[in-house]
Structure formats: structure tokens, C-alpha cells
């Protein structure tokens, strides 16, 4: 610890790394505080073994194991449940804490199943559309794109192991009769739009605590969101139970990225606007979803007759993406020439003339990554 500094520890949330969740704000802080940031497991930079028992209360001892004297705290999420811990275990260490977007309890075991199940079978890569819509509201997309895609990459990065080991340890806390316990100054900070730590569960904290009157959390809405909040906001169908639609979109996603990759699906959704996210579902859940995962045609079929309408329609942008996939799909150079050729004559000269154009290009540049 700098001397006469005071100590500020932060702390992440699940499925990000401490510097793409603290970061930029570690940056503004640095000249008044001694800033220590910490990662969960398997998460940034750790990668070190992931217990499968892992408790928020480990991850507590670990702070104040690597910490000396007493210190301030921030924390997001589970970040701030690690926070709840610390004013539980040493309130004569911590000073004072801010409780981001988090709750003495989040979710319940069925939520908690679903996470696990997902991860198990797809992993935390298959998380990143749905994270996006609970993470960032509405207009930070298109703020902050650049941010939003670090916190997605960080997600899409995070292992698998680490990620469930998490998931156990948040689906077994729960310390809401313990709140009176706490004594030390909070600031419960919750997110207007946030589907899965509302302002309720913030507020359940700042009027739980010990000697304390009630207080009401403090809302953060980001600029340009109050008109649309009075007018009513619903949540997305597929953040309540899972269905046969919830499924679909699944299948959808897993199917996209393995035919387009993670690269190019990330930047879709992380480039999705109010305008245009529904249609990006639409997308995923129908061509993909309901289509591509059809089990009469194998994927290098599918991939034949995709750029042939593409050709056909004059379809230039998802001609290249699609010479991509079907490279990724299993197609030889020579395949796709004949799929080409056979276009010459049944599309047209001069659409078959651009197909190559553009194959001519995008087979250099695989060429060149490779």
C-alpha cells in the first residue's frame, strides 16, 4: 500500500476481466487511490485451477489475504457480493463500500441450472448475444461500442471452468438475513434497466443494514433513456423461461458462429441497435435456428446452394461472407470454382464475373490469415 493513500479494491463481474470491467474508471481514480483490481477464476488474466466448490466467501479471504490494513471496495455483481462478504467478515477492515448492480441473493437455482447447462454444452462463447441485451442498456451500444466489445471478449474468453465454478458459488449465496449485520457506510448502486439485479434487490441491502434509515438505492439511467423508461420497457421473451423458442435461438447462435465464426458474430452483436437488434434475432433463431440446423442437407450442401442465390440476387457483401463459411464448412477451392461456374450459366455471365471477383478476394485473404 502507497503511503498515506487510501487502498481501493475492485471488484468484476462474472464473465468479465477486471480491467474490461474497471478499467476505464481505474484510470480516473489512480491519482487519489492505491487501486487494486482482482480477477475471478478463469477469467482476464487468471488461469489457474478453477474449484469446483468455490464460495463467495473464498473469494473474500483471497482480498483480504493480498490486501493489508483497512481499504474502500467497490464491486459489480458478483464483484459486489464478494463486497457484501468482506463488510460481513472484517468490518474492521473495510471502510466503506459501492454495491453495483448486485444483490444479498441473485436469481434462484433454476436460473442458476440454465447458465450451467449452456456453458456445459456450448460454452461461455455462446453467452455473448444474450449477455448483451442484459448488460448494456438501451443506446450504450452505440455510445460506447468499443467498451461493450471488451466486456464481450472478455465474456467469449472467460473459461469454461473458471465460469461454472462462479456460477456454483453465486447460486448458493445468500446473506439477506444478515444485512443488519453490516455497519460500515454502502452505497447500493442499481441500474434501471438491469433485468437480473433490479433496483428492488439494491434496495433490500441499503434498508437491511444494522442502525441504518432507510435509504433508497441510487439509480444510474445512462443519458437519453428517461423518456423511454416512462414510456414502459418490456424485457425480451427469451429472459423469462426457457422454451422451444429459447432452444431455437440457442441452436441458432451455436450454428452461426460455427459456420461464421466468433469474430464476425461478435461484431454483429455488439454492432446490434434498438433499429436493428430484433431483426439480428430474427436471423439467428429462423435461418439459423430453423434452417441451417435442419438435418436433410449437410452443411457444405447448404453452403452450394447459399452461394448460388447469393449470385443470383446479386447479394455482393454476403457473397464474400458466405465464401468464408464455406470454406469453414468443408468446400475445396476447386468446389466452389464449379459452384461458380455452374452459376455462368444458369445465373448469368456477368453475376458469375463478380462471384469470382470477390472469391478472388476473399480467397487471398484466407490465404493471407492462414
Known amino acids: 500500500m502507497t503511503t498515506g493513500v487510501t487502498t481501493l479494491v475492485l471488484g468484476p463481474s462474472l464473465g468479465t476481466s477486471a480491467d474490461a470491467c474497471w478499467g476505464a474508471c481505474a484510470a480516473l481514480l489512480r491519482d487519489d487511490f492505491d487501486v487494486r483490481l482482482w480477477e475471478l477464476p478463469g477469467h482476464g488474466t487468471d488461469r489457474g485451477p478453477s474449484p469446483a466448490d468455490l464460495t463467495i466467501a473464498d473469494l473474500a479471504a483471497t482480498i483480504l489475504d493480498s490486501v493489508d490494513g483497512p481499504f474502500l471496495y467497490a464491486g459489480d455483481s458478483v464483484g459486489g457480493q464478494v463486497g457484501l462478504q ?217 453452403s452450394l446452394i447459399t452461394l448460388t442465390a447469393l449470385v443470383a440476387r446479386g447479394h455482393h457483401e454476403e457473397l464474400a461472407l458466405h465464401l468464408r463459411a464455406a470454406l469453414r464448412n468443408g468446400l475445396t477451392v476447386d468446389e466452389i470454382k464449379e459452384t461458380l461456374l455452374q452459376t455462368a450459366i444458369y445465373c448469368g455471365v456477368p453475376d458469375a464475373n463478380t462471384a469470382f471477383r470477390i472469391a478472388q478476394s476473399v480467397l487471398a485473404e484466407e490465404r493471407t490469415d492462414g
Do not use: N
Open 86 to 302: 468482506l463488510l460481513l467478515d472484517a468490518p474492521d477492515r473495510v471502510a466503506g463500500a459501492v454495491l453495483c448492480c448486485t444483490g444479498a441473493r441473485i436469481g434462484d437455482a433454476e436460473i442458476w441450472r440454465d447458465r450451467v447447462a449452456q456453458v456445459r454444452a456450448s460454452g461461455t462463447a455462446s453467452l455473448v448475444t444474450a449477455s448483451a441485451q442484459r448488460w448494456f442498456a438501451p443506446g450504450f451500444l452505440e455510445r460506447e461500442p468499443e467498451r461493450a466489445s471488451a466486456l464481450l471478449h472478455a465474456l467469449r474468453e472467460a473459461s469454461d471452468d473458471g465460469y461454472l465454478a462462479v456460477c456454483g458459488a453465486l447460486a448458493a449465496y445468500d446473506v439477506r438475513d444478515r444485512l443488519g449485520e453490516i455497519t460500515a457506510p454502502v452505497v447500493a448502486l442499481a441500474g434501471a434497466d438491469d433485468p437480473v439485479c433490479p433496483p428492488d434487490l439494491l434496495r433490500e441491502i441499503a434498508e437491511g443494514r444494522a442502525a441504518r434509515p432507510p435509504r433508497r438505492p441510487r439509480r444510474h439511467r445512462p443519458p437519453g433513456t428517461r423518456r423511454a423508461a416512462r414510456r414502459g420497457r418490456h424485457h425480451h421473451p427469451r429472459t423469462g423461461p426457457r422454451g422451444k423458442r429459447m432452444t431455437r435461438y440457442d441452436d441458432g447462435m451455436t450454428v452461426r458462429r460455427e459456420v461464421l465464426g466468433d469474430e464476425h458474430v461478435d461484431r454483429a452483436t455488439a454492432a446490434a441497435t434498438e433499429l436493428t437488434r430484433d431483426f439480428q434475432e430474427l436471423i439467428t433463431e429462423y435461418a439459423w435456428g430453423t434452417i441451417w440446423t435442419r438435418p436433410g442437407l449437410d452443411r457444405r450442401s447448404r
